[in-house]
C-alpha cells in the first residue's frame, strides 16, 4: 500500500511536487520566484507548498545534479530535514558555489525531495561500547586507496 502525502498550495499557481520518471527515488520541487544567487551567496528560494508526512517519515531535500554539475548550485545544508510535525511552507537553501551568478526563474525544479522512514530511538548512557575493529578510526582513516 503507498503512503500518501498530503500538501496544501499557498498560492494558487504553485507547482505541485512530482516525480520526472517511475522508479524516481526523489520528486521535483519548484520555485514559486525569481531570485539571483551571486557566487558564494546562499538563498532560500519558496516553493509556495505546504506538506504533511506520512506517519513516522522525514522529507529530505536533496540537490538537483544538474544544477550542481552545470552551474554549482546546491542545497546548502544537504540533505534537509523537513520534520512529520513541521506544517510551514518548504524553503530550499541554495549556495552558488560557481564563478557566475545564476537566475532562479519562476517554476524551475530547483531540488529534489525524498521520503523517508524514521527510526525512533530510545538513548541510554553506558559505561563502555562494543569492540569493533575500526574502532575510533576516522576521517581518513581507511585512506584513500
Avoid: C, W
Avoid at 506520512?54 to 550542481?68: C, D, F, H, M, V
Avoid at 525531495?113 to 581518513?140: A, N, Y
Wanted: no cysteine; charged share 25%.
Amino acid at each position: 500500500m503507498k503512503e500518501i502525502l498530503k500538501m496544501k498550495k499557498l498560492i494558487d499557481d504553485a507547482k505541485i511536487p512530482q516525480y520526472a520518471h517511475d522508479g524516481d527515488a526523489g520528486m521535483d520541487l519548484y520555485s514559486i520566484e525569481e531570485k539571483t544567487i551571486n557566487p558564494g551567496e546562499t538563498v532560500l528560494i519558496k516553493t509556495g507548498i505546504q506538506i504533511e508526512l506520512p506517519k513516522n517519515t522525514e522529507a529530505q531535500i536533496r540537490p538537483r545534479s544538474g544544477l550542481a554539475l552545470k552551474h554549482s548550485i546546491t542545497v546548502l545544508n544537504t540533505p534537509g530535514t523537513i520534520d512529520e510535525g513541521y506544517r510551514g511552507e518548504v524553503g530550499v537553501i541554495l549556495i552558488n558555489h560557481g564563478k557566475q551568478s545564476f537566475s532562479v526563474e519562476k517554476y524551475m525544479r530547483i531540488a529534489q525531495m525524498v521520503i523517508k522512514p524514521v527510526l525512533r530511538v530510545d538513548v541510554i548512557e553506558v559505561e563502555e561500547l562494543s569492540f569493533t575493529v575500526r574502532s575510533q578510526g576516522g576521517f581518513g582513516s581507511t585512506g584513500t586507496k
